[in-house]
């Protein structure tokens, strides 16, 4: 997968499909599947570091999380976030952050919002750096939504959503991400471009889906929100696992004389 694989999949009418993955081992096990491309998401900092938000994760830790899912996927396709404010600290330090995530192994960085970013998404596209964008519930600002909330939901805030969408596409964007907005709104989002849009918990209208590969995998099992479908029943198959473990342990049977050494 490259950007002219973004672009030939929305030509084509095949939808994309994207994961998360923070890690060499999951990286690893996508790089296995046919699962198009993988995000190493600012997500991390709920899914694995157990924050409310995305609000605390910092470059450091996201350029740590794109180096070990480049590890274990070495031809993969990843797009590395820019975590809260990392794109809005002046064109410098954004660019010591972009560079950040390409030097980790980043194929093209992800980044939230439109209002204040184009000339700023233009700068790093020009510099050669593939840009995705994120608009709808843009988890980074979730302080100033009021909460996790369903974005486009009044016809003035669509109206704004297919503006920043069509915007974003001028700045230069590859692709981008649209999370959380009414079905028909991303669907007619994405037909207004160009550029595929890959949707979370935007309906069926889009060019793409992503998921949390935690959620999708049924291993999160206190977030269920309408969008996610759980694919595995993860949780349950390891605690299982875990209680074999235990079980065979106290049982004496683990391990036995083929796993030992003589
Ligand atoms: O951070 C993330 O994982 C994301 C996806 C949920 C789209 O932005």
Same mark, same amino acid.
């Given at each position: 997968m490259t950007v002219v694989d973004f672009a030939k999949?929305? $030509?084509g009418g095949i939808p994309i499909s994207m994961v998360t993955s923070y890690d060499s081992w999951s990286a690893a096990l996508v790089a296995q599947s046919q699962v198009d491309c993988i995000l190493v998401g600012d997500s991390i900092g709920m899914t694995l570091y157990g924050y409310t938000d995305t609000v605390p994760v910092t470059i450091e830790? +996201? &350029?740590a999380h794109v180096a070990a899912a480049r590890r274990g996927a070495p031809e993969a396709f990843i797009v590395g976030d820019m975590p809260f404010l990392a794109h809005r600290m002046g064109l410098e330090r954004t660019m010591e952050n972009v560079?950040? =995530? +390409? %030097?980790?192994?980043?194929?093209?960085v992800k980044m939230e919002g439109a209002a204040g970013n184009t000339d700023l998404i233009r700068h790093? #596209?020009?510099?050669? #750096?593939? #840009?995705m964008g994120h608009l709808g519930l843009t988890p980074q600002s979730v302080h100033a939504f009021g909460g996790f909330r369903v974005q486009?939901?009044?016809?003035?805030?669509?109206? $704004? =959503? =297919?503006?920043?969408? %069509? +915007?974003l596409e001028d700045s230069g964007c590859f692709s981008l991400v649209l999370? &959380?907005?009414p079905a028909a709104i991303a669907a007619q989002a994405s037909e207004s471009v160009s550029i595929p849009i890959i949707g979370i918990g935007a309906g069926t209208g889009t060019d793409g889906q #992503? =998921?949390?590969?935690?959620?999708?995998?049924?291993?999160n099992t206190d977030f269920k929100p309408k969008f996610v479908r759980r694919f595995l029943d993860g949780a349950s198959l390891v605690v299982g696992a875990l209680n074999d473990y235990h079980r065979e342990i106290t049982a004496g049977t683990f391990p036995d004389e083929t796993e030992r050494y003589e």
């Amino acid at each position: 997968m490259t950007v002219v694989d973004f672009a030939k999949k929305k $030509r084509g009418g095949i939808p994309i499909s994207m994961v998360t993955s923070y890690d060499s081992w999951s990286a690893a096990l996508v790089a296995q599947s046919q699962v198009d491309c993988i995000l190493v998401g600012d997500s991390i900092g709920m899914t694995l570091y157990g924050y409310t938000d995305t609000v605390p994760v910092t470059i450091e830790t +996201m &350029a740590a999380h794109v180096a070990a899912a480049r590890r274990g996927a070495p031809e993969a396709f990843i797009v590395g976030d820019m975590p809260f404010l990392a794109h809005r600290m002046g064109l410098e330090r954004t660019m010591e952050n972009v560079a950040r =995530l +390409m %030097r980790a192994g980043a194929n093209a960085v992800k980044m939230e919002g439109a209002a204040g970013n184009t000339d700023l998404i233009r700068h790093i #596209v020009e510099s050669g #750096v593939p #840009v995705m964008g994120h608009l709808g519930l843009t988890p980074q600002s979730v302080h100033a939504f009021g909460g996790f909330r369903v974005q486009g939901k009044s016809q003035n805030a669509q109206k $704004r =959503l =297919l503006e920043d969408v %069509r +915007m974003l596409e001028d700045s230069g964007c590859f692709s981008l991400v649209l999370e &959380a907005v009414p079905a028909a709104i991303a669907a007619q989002a994405s037909e207004s471009v160009s550029i595929p849009i890959i949707g979370i918990g935007a309906g069926t209208g889009t060019d793409g889906q #992503v =998921l949390v590969l935690q959620d999708l995998l049924g291993l999160n099992t206190d977030f269920k929100p309408k969008f996610v479908r759980r694919f595995l029943d993860g949780a349950s198959l390891v605690v299982g696992a875990l209680n074999d473990y235990h079980r065979e342990i106290t049982a004496g049977t683990f391990p036995d004389e083929t796993e030992r050494y003589e």
